[in-house]
């Protein structure tokens, strides 16, 4: 394929199988599912780190793309929603060059019939970056090809506030321990209505994920946050999308107390 990076010839072949599992995303305001995460799973649904623990330095590219891929074809049989969003992690440390290694998700999307600007990439603030000029370089070119960026696990990383400020992603994903009953912590609400409250002012979105229970929800909704994943919404599903129980209810602001 005309420019595509040199790595999808030098990475290594897998030696091992994965799927992919769908968790949604849900936009409480609009009262709708807002797009979808993928999520790596074994074959017969192991978790993440069964396939992750496998991955040699040398498989790092290969696997990067083949996931990309996988996710992308899977959501194009699956999502019926035309404006749904599907959220695809992806390693900064595969990417050689960025306009050019995009071009295999890319051509996924065009087989699968599936709109290529609906497409959001997620790295983690959780994990020391090789070079964060080069993790800069992949979200300025994501950024103008017309994908949404979003920042996973922040409050939990490296770099914090620097590494926000730095990129400005489309949405950050504030990090599931610091939510984790949010309710009892009163030390966590201010923080979490801090983060919000800058990310409103510069134009990012905020996503609450591993939301669990109903008073988790009702602190993070009074802070102003409308977008949340997690099992108090619904568990993923293999190859598949899981229903939303939480939306066959009328639509609600839940109240704290």
């Not at 990309?68 to 992806?90: H, K, P, Q």
């Given at each position: ?105 890319l051509a996924a999307a065009k087989r699968a019939s599936f709109p290529a600007q609906n497409l959001m990439f997620e790295f983690t603030e959780n994990e020391r970056m090789a070079s964060p000029d080069h993790v800069e370089r992949i ?75 109903e008073a988790e929800f009702a602190v993070l909704r009074s802070a102003g946050i409308n977008l949340f994943q997690g099992y108090y919404f619904a568990k993923p599903a293999l190859m598949a999308l899981p229903g939303v129980a939480w ?11």
């Open positions: 394929m005309a420019g595509a990076c040199a790595g999808c010839a030098d990475g290594a072949e897998l030696p091992f199988a994965f799927k992919m599992a769908f968790q949604p995303i849900v936009d409480v305001g609009a009262h709708r599912v807002w797009g979808y995460e993928a999520l790596v799973r074994g074959p017969n649904g192991e978790g993440a780190q069964s396939v992750l623990s496998q991955l040699t330095e040398a498989q790092l590219y290969r696997f990067d793309q083949s996931a990309r891929v996988l996710a992308i074809e899977t959501a194009g049989r699956l999502f019926d929603d035309a404006s749904a969003r599907l959220s695809i992690n992806f390693m900064p440390n595969a990417v050689y060059e960025p306009r050019a290694c995009i071009q295999k998700s979200v300025k070119s994501y950024k103008e090809l017309g994908f949404w960026t979003a920042l996973d696990d922040f409050g939990a990383g490296y770099a914090g506030l620097n590494l926000l400020a730095r990129l400005q992603p489309n949405l950050i994903k504030i990090d599931m321990e610091l939510l984790r009953d949010i309710h009892r912590h009163p030390a966590k609400q201010v923080i979490v209505s801090g983060v919000a409250a800058m990310a409103r002012q510069l134009d990012i979105a905020v996503l609450a994920e591993g939301v669990e229970s939306l066959a209810e009328p639509a609600r602001d839940v109240a704290v107390g």
